[in-house]
């Protein structure tokens, strides 16, 4: 005959997820009712409320420590005696409760432990109902028909419980308002919310005159653009988004790793509004759906917590799959969004589509943004870089996974803003005689007709308050009148809330042509730090082909040359902010080809990360450092990021709970 402790020890070790989310179905404690200081839906969803689950090879061991507690009704936090009127319910991972109080806790059907969020198998409940069989449960209760139900799994679409997958994602949720509004305003302040953005156009020549007799070949003008929105819409009003998250949960995924990201994850659906819909693809060998997109109100918030923390990391690396099965739901989508994006994170390289001898990711790739984050030395950067590249996202280099959470914070701070989308600049030569020789964008695509009098730059989608910079080379005849039209420029983007395409045009650019200049005019700042930008990135890219074929000697050399000429130029010498970061950023590069063994574990990936940044002037994450590199980042960005950092500023008491479960989880599997 099996022993009682026996018994109590196998419930333990069986599918026991040490924490969870509070669910939004639950009811606090009898003393948090009391207190003033209540708890909002969003602090109890918040990650801060919840340590990191451990993966299920630890946890037997957390399971005995927790065991240990006092017989007190997790609760309602009082007593518990038997014989005493009040009816005690064990569940199967061994924590006990007054039935009166774990009956009105799962009234609504949630079937996981409040104290260490295990699935359970049977739930107590107090209504009667004719269609279920009675259980009598406890002798001493006092409450009528209080029975146990034997439960079938809930009947959500989770990748652990072995539904097939449909064909055709086609089952998105539909959609309700198609605009988010972000403060608590009366309807009457909503309904006066002002729809319009605006596109802020400037144009700075590199000198402002030149002489009557001199003709310039290319002459540089900068183009200057920043999506510019009021303080009251970009306080209310934002456009919702349609994001799948592809993560890997391959072995190498195990312990701290995994904990982190369901923590990170956690924050993510915190941050999604009731109108943005969420899917999570997992991939190891396989990539599985967890659930459809699905708008993030209360109960899709439930739902995905609840389906990110039953990931556990296991099997190969196969993240063509998951790229493949995340594309697929934004392809198969009902209805659609205004503003969509696909983040993929894994610590690996594709086990599974390096075999073959040209493996491409592009065909399968749909026309949105994939926004990849490689964290750890074992990630393929290179494949994740082009991913992101060919998609028209970015790649970001986590070196350590402790900032998971606030790399992915900083990204959806833009998502959540974005103001402008498929943006086109059109540039056209007002002076017959002045040709456009070449237009300098980053990865950005451009145009210069064969005419040379007009070209068009691509910057698609903006965040609110986003700036492009890119340079537009000219020649510039010789004229002997007084001023000489160069450039005009027409932009045309649609406004994601209304849908509406809206076209801006700018006022000429002209420059004065004198007889003679008296004194060599100064190029100012603003295209000398553009200029500083394109060369770096060459540098860059010059650096990795060189590292690629071997040579860290050529490629420590080629940034330094590059920047002695930094340091020689007007930005450099004013403590330009941009310069500076800049150059500090070439060195860390530097640092990081010092040998074959660093630039393999960490060179490639920062460099890479470095590119992505400067071609799309966005923001990544880049190193292990929680100082991001801040240039282009956007208020909306910076806020996000002081979010997930604030939420990391845990007290004292809350640090010593989660420390333990992170070296718990963080030890080597039990043989």
């Known amino acids: 005959m099996v022993s009682k402790w026996k018994k109590m020890k196998l419930a333990l070790s069986l599918n026991l997820c040490t924490y969870l989310p509070r669910t939004l179905e639950e009811e606090p404690p009898s003393s948090a009712l009391n207190s003033t200081e209540s708890l909002s839906d969003a602090a109890l969803l918040s990650p801060l409320n919840w340590p990191?689950?451990?993966?299920?090879?630890?946890?037997?061991?957390?399971?005995?420590?927790?065991?240990?507690?006092?017989?007190?009704?997790?609760?309602?936090?009082?007593?518990?005696?038997?014989?005493?009127?009040?009816a005690i319910f064990t569940a199967e991972c061994s924590h006990m409760f007054h039935f009166h109080c774990i009956a009105s806790n799962v009234k609504h059907g949630n079937q996981v432990c409040p104290v260490c969020r295990a699935q359970w198998k049977e739930i107590p409940i107090q209504k009667p109902s004719l269609d279920l069989p009675y259980y009598p449960f406890d002798r001493f209760n006092n409450d009528a028909a209080i029975r146990l139900i034997r439960c079938l799994p809930p009947s959500q679409r989770a990748m652990n419980q072995g539904h097939p997958e449909p064909a055709i994602f086609d089952d998105d949720e539909r959609l309700e308002a198609q605009i988010v509004f972000l403060g608590e305003t009366d309807a009457l302040e909503k309904e006066n919310c002002d729809s319009v953005r605006m596109m802020n156009m400037k144009m700075y020549p590199e000198v402002s005159a030149v002489p009557q007799s001199k003709s310039c070949e290319n002459f540089d003008i900068l183009v200057h653009l920043k999506a510019v929105t009021g303080d009251q819409i970009s306080q209310y009003r934002r456009a919702p988004v349609d994001l799948v998250t592809v993560l890997d949960v391959s072995g190498s995924m195990g312990g701290t790793k995994l904990a982190l990201l369901k923590r990170a994850m956690g924050f993510v659906i915190q941050n999604l509004g009731s109108s943005d819909r969420?899917?999570?693809?997992?991939?190891?060998?396989?990539?599985?759906r967890l659930f459809p997109l699905t708008r993030m109100s209360d109960a899709g918030r439930q739902q995905a917590l609840q389906a990110v923390n039953s990931l556990v990391a296991n099997g190969g690396t196969n993240i063509f799959d998951g790229l493949r099965k995340g594309a697929k739901v934004m392809e198969d989508r009902r209805e659609r969004n205004s503003v969509a994006s696909i983040i993929l994170l894994s610590d690996g390289r594709d086990t599974y589509t390096t075999n073959h001898p040209d493996p491409s990711y592009k065909a399968m790739l749909p026309q949105i943004p994939v926004h990849s984050f490689g964290f750890g030395s074992d990630h393929d950067a290179s494949v994740m870089h082009s991913v992101s590249e060919f998609s028209g996202g970015t790649f970001s280099f986590i070196e350590s996974e402790s900032v998971i959470q606030d790399a992915l914070a900083q990204c959806i701070g833009g998502l959540l803003s974005v103001a402008v989308q498929e943006l086109r600049v059109e540039i056209e030569g007002v002076c017959p005689n002045v040709r456009l020789s070449s237009i300098k964008a980053g990865s950005y695509s451009s145009l210069v007709n064969g005419d040379g009098h007009s070209g068009l730059v691509d910057l698609g989608d903006l965040y609110a308050d986003e700036?492009?910079?890119?340079?537009?080379?000219?020649?510039?005849?010789?004229?002997?009148?007084?001023?000489?039209?160069?450039?005009?420029?027409?932009?045309?983007?649609?406004?994601?809330?209304?849908?509406?395409?809206?076209?801006v045009e700018s006022p000429v650019l002209q420059i004065r042509r004198p007889e003679y200049v008296a004194e060599e005019e100064v190029v100012p700042i603003e295209v000398v730090r553009q200029r500083n930008r394109f060369l770096a990135a060459e540098a860059m890219a010059q650096a990795r082909t060189l590292a690629e074929h071997g040579d860290l000697e050529a490629a420590v050399k080629a940034i330094e040359n590059f920047r002695l000429l930094l340091a020689e130029t007007v930005a450099a010498k004013s403590r330009d902010r941009f310069c500076v970061a800049l150059d500090l950023e070439l060195k860390e590069m530097q640092g990081r080809m010092r040998s074959s063994h660093v630039y393999e574990a960490s060179g490639?990936?920062?460099?890479?990360?470095?590119?992505?940044?400067?071609?799309?002037?966005?923001?990544?994450?880049?190193?292990?450092?929680?100082?991001?590199?801040?240039?282009?980042?956007?208020?909306?960005?910076?806020?996000?990021?002081?979010?997930?950092?604030?939420?990391?500023?845990?007290?004292?008491?809350?640090?010593?709970?989660?420390?333990?479960?992170?070296?718990?989880?963080?030890?080597?599997?039990?043989?």
Not at 604 to 632: E, K, P
């Open 278 to 288: 969420l899917s999570v693809i997992a991939f190891s060998s396989t990539a599985r």
């Open 467 to 503: 700036e492009r910079d890119f340079l537009v080379s000219i020649n510039i005849p010789v004229e002997e009148d007084g001023h000489t039209p160069l450039l005009k420029l027409r932009c045309l983007y649609i406004d994601p809330l209304t849908k509406e395409i809206t076209t």
């Open 52 to 86: 990191m689950t451990p993966t299920p090879s630890y946890r037997t061991r957390l399971s005995r420590s927790i065991s240990k507690s006092s017989k007190t009704c997790s609760i309602c936090l009082t007593k518990m005696k038997e014989g005493c009127g009040h």
């Open 604 to 671: 490639r990936a920062y460099i890479l990360s470095g590119l992505s940044s400067h071609s799309w002037q966005r923001a990544t994450a880049r190193g292990n450092s929680r100082d991001f590199v801040q240039a282009y980042q956007t208020p909306s960005m910076a806020e996000m990021l002081r979010r997930s950092q604030a939420m990391l500023l845990v007290s004292p008491s809350h640090q010593r709970l989660i420390q333990p479960l992170l070296s718990f989880a963080s030890q080597p599997k039990p043989r």
